[in-house]
């Protein structure tokens, strides 16, 4: 390994314990009787110093190692980059993966928007490495929710623990986002377990050399079962068998058909694998369910949409930080009032407008979407604070977790490229280069809004489904919360105007969802698909614009108070009022155009596109 790894990546904590306690309230739900009782402030901020500290001190400085070197094939298996194997096991000593995973499972019980910031600092210093554990925990968690009591004792304790990695095995070469036409099959066999033939890919983390074993999950349709996702069940098939005890036994048939060469996130290993080829394959079925297996693997993919969130937040902050550490530093130029002085001294481009702008554009959309990410998961903490207390507060804060996921998956993961774009532009030539990482950051992003379900797929989802869930009742009450929100600060001297402009976003967002009722009810289901992505987009908008200014209230209270954070909360209520001036007004206009209806990408010929 080289002798001049360094790290390049930089944590805000100071802004994401702000999101955690000031904004979140996350002590409110410590303590007394209930799920996060053994936690308190004090704790949570030890665990976030102690990640922040492993990702500086051994996640970072691996990150564009294990992009440079990134993994290869050897003897049939995956070889990761050096120093990833002893980060997985100092990872899993520190137990930075079963924060949120319960007691009764080898976790520590911790609350769901603590895991969020613990993830965001793991994936922001070397995205690649934390796909692998990611999977597995996703794999675990799904195990958990549908296993079979001896499902769980065999497999569930080492994979939390790290002795085992796990997977998701849903797409095929001929079946993408179409996961219907998947044909990978399970015959049944008389002993109650299932052959399994077929082959899937893209399977992230499919082999590697990290853990003793891989524990992956497979979506196969059982001989005789209907066509489409109906018929496809889930399966539990380990790389290698696992006995009763157990204890591990032969070789399960998974062979590695090859890695895929990327554009980005080089130190994760994405696979083909082959179940099956010599006919010695076998796996059991998912708690003993018949095809359940798109209902089992939507929980474990809604849990991965909101990790790709994660991921998004992650590189977005990373490339932030890079760029403003640059700006700092780099001396171009004279400041804009001596441009015509050559004897001006030169400043830093900090100084610069332009720069300024990138930067507080940048520190907007990534504290936005900070705040949203924490927003779920702490709705996700509070549907578990009030289970068995208070029915309606469960299902409320259960409803605003169905409605934001494909927001958080789409938008984060979107932003992320774009504020890396911007973290480029502000390095300039420098930022093209390997030497500062930041594309690095770009490159390792672009797969975010195309992985565990296309960003159009999300919008969909969204316009489709969430919008409507409970007869719009989940809908009804997020804008509810904006419009009191807006009324309550409509005179305040300084958020006031921004307010107002909040308001009229949110107008303009509930007037599009009147619009696609009305094409739904008329039959234009393509007009509802054209503008779906932009929908969402605008409605992500209206919400990070929402979560800015709560955050800048919070702010101003404190600024109020004569708190001695002075430039810090000063900050938060500079970020929200750039994206309330320069971001929300933008919605009304962005809403108009789907008044017009235009259906051109419709009625254009496929010959017309190009006669090449």
């Known amino acids: 390994m080289s002798n001049v790894l360094r790290n390049r990546y930089q944590a805000d904590l100071r802004e994401i314990e702000f999101q955690l306690f000031e904004q979140a309230k996350l002590e409110e739900i410590f303590g007394g009787d209930g799920p996060f009782s053994a ?25 564009a190692f294990g992009d440079q070197q990134g993994c290869r094939v050897e003897d049939g298996r995956v070889k990761t980059p050096a120093g990833f194997q002893d980060a997985w096991n100092k990872m899993y000593e520190l137990g930075l993966k079963s924060l949120a995973v319960p007691e ?18 793991l994936s922001g210093s070397n995205t690649a490495f934390n796909m692998y554990p990611g999977l597995a925990m996703g794999a675990s968690d799904m195990l958990a929710a549908f296993g079979t009591p001896e499902q769980k004792g065999l497999y569930l304790p080492k994979m939390i623990a790290g002795q085992w990695g796990g997977t998701m095995c849903l797409t095929e070469a001929q079946a993408g986002s179409d996961v219907g036409a998947a044909t990978t099959k399970a015959l049944r066999q008389p002993d109650g377990r299932f052959k399994i033939v ?21 979506l196969a349709r059982i001989e005789g079962a209907p066509a489409g996702t109906k018929g496809l069940s889930l399966f539990i098939v380990p790389r290698v068998r696992v006995t009763k005890t157990g204890s591990l036994a032969d070789f399960n048939d998974v062979t590695l058909g090859g890695i895929e060469h990327k ?45 790709v969130g994660v991921q998004g937040l992650a590189l977005a902050s990373s490339a932030y930080l890079s760029a403003l550490s640059y700006a700092r530093e780099r001396k171009q130029g004279s400041s804009i009032e001596h441009f015509k002085d050559p004897q001006a001294p030169r400043v830093t481009i900090i100084h610069h407008p332009d720069i300024r702008r990138s930067l507080l554009e940048m520190k907007a959309r990534v504290e936005g979407i900070r705040s949203l990410i924490v927003l779920i998961a702490s709705h996700a903490d509070r549907a578990a604070y009030y289970q ?38 502000v390095h300039g030539g420098a930022g093209y280069i390997h030497d500062y990482g930041v594309e690095q950051d770009l490159r390792d992003s672009k797969i975010f809004s195309i992985y565990e379900g296309t960003n159009h797929i999300q919008a969909m989802d969204l316009v489709a489904r969430k919008l409507g869930q409970k007869g719009g009742a989940n809908t009804q009450a997020l804008v509810g919360e904006i419009q009191a929100f807006c009324e309550a600060h409509r005179e305040d001297p300084q958020l006031g105007p921004a307010t107002a402009l909040l308001a009229t976003a949110t107008e303009a967002v509930v007037g599009c969802v009147m619009r696609f009722m009305g094409w ?9 698909a054209l503008f779906a992505n932009r929908f969402l987009e605008l409605m992500s908008e209206a919400v990070v614009g929402y979560q800015l200014l709560k955050g800048a209230s919070i702010a101003k209270a404190e600024l109020a108070a004569g708190s001695d954070e002075k430039d810090f909360y000063q900050g938060k209520v500079h970020a929200a009022l750039w994206f309330a001036r320069n971001v929300l007004p933008t919605i009304p206009g962005r809403a108009e155009v789907a008044g017009n209806e235009d259906d051109s990408a419709m009625t254009i010929s496929d010959e017309s596109f190009a006669t090449a």
Not at 106 to 119: F, K, N, R, T
Not at 295 to 302: A, E, G, T, Y
Request: charge should be negative.
């Open 263 to 307: 554009l980005g996130i080089k130190g994760s290993a994405t696979c083909v694998l082959n179940f099956g080829e010599n006919d010695d394959c076998f796996g059991e079925l998912m708690g003993g369910a018949e095809n359940e297996g798109i209902k089992q693997m939507f929980h474990l993919m809604n849990t991965a949409r909101l990790a």
């Open 198 to 218: 077929g082959t899937k890919v893209f399977i992230t983390g499919g082999d590697h050399d990290l853990a003793e074993n891989i524990v992956h999950m497979v």
């Open 39 to 63: 936690w308190d402030k004090e704790s949570v901020q030890m665990v976030l110093q102690q990640a922040k500290q492993f990702a500086y001190d051994v996640t970072g400085p691996l990150n």
């Open 104 to 121: 009764s499972l080898g976790g520590q019980s911790g609350p769901h928007a603590l895991q969020v910031a613990v993830e965001e600092m």
């Open 520 to 528: 739904s009810a008329e039959g234009k289901l393509p007009l509802v």
């Open 388 to 425: 068995g207390k208070d029915d309606e507060k469960v299902a409320y804060h259960k409803g605003q977790v169905e409605l934001l996921t494909p927001i958080v998956k789409a938008y984060a993961s979107d932003q992320a490229f774009r504020v890396a774009e911007i973290a480029l532009q």
